[in-house]
């Protein structure tokens, strides 16, 4: 969704460094973890992972990133040709949103420029065991979906996470306006690279 079908304004560094700086302070995580090769997500799941936290520490580390989300998401736009596109999808395929965002806030921003009812499903954070890049968001739209293979879906997306996620579900992966470089990196493999969200059509 962010970057992707919204022009996001969520500060993502910001939001990963304070939620760190909790952790780390609460003595949850060491403060020598390279934060270049990570993202809130993956800190999050590295600190639930260690058993440490009780539940106060939980909620309280979950308010860092909705108080991002929320002021990210109150000036946000949509890409260019987003409207266009849909339009034309609705009807013909299965649309649908997976992201790390909170459902509340990706609800609230796709009704609020009006692409909510685009969607076939929306998938937040609440309805995975594990944030991407874990691919429970996807295997919960196979699972609704079961009909249709995961080789016949296609997952649009800007950040490795995302290809990582889609990719680990058997979805072949599009990558928009995305930092090839870093793809490389964290072995992510795209099957295209798009700059207009309408390029899509041609994959189709």
Known sequence: MDNTILKS??????????????????????????????????????????????????????EIPKRFETAGMEFAELEAGVTELLSELQGQYYLAIVTNNSIAAAVAALRGHHIFDYFNIVIGREYMNGMKPSPDGFHAVLDSYEHVPAREWLSVGDAWIDGAA???????????????????????????????????????
């Open 166 to 204: 889609s990719e680990a579900a058997g979805i072949p992966f599009v990558a928009y306006n995305a930092d090839t470089e870093k793809m490389a990196q964290m072995g992510v493999r795209p099957i295209a690279h798009i700059h207009d969200i309408r390029e899509l059509r041609q994959l189709l």
């Open 9 to 62: 304004s969520i500060d993502f560094q910001g939001m990963k460094e304070e939620t760190y700086r909790l952790l780390v302070k609460r003595g949850i995580l060491p403060n020598h973890l390279p934060l270049a090769v990570h993202t809130t997500a993956t800190i999050i799941k590295t600190a639930i992972e260690t058993k440490l936290m009780n539940q106060q520490l939980i909620d309280e580390m979950w």
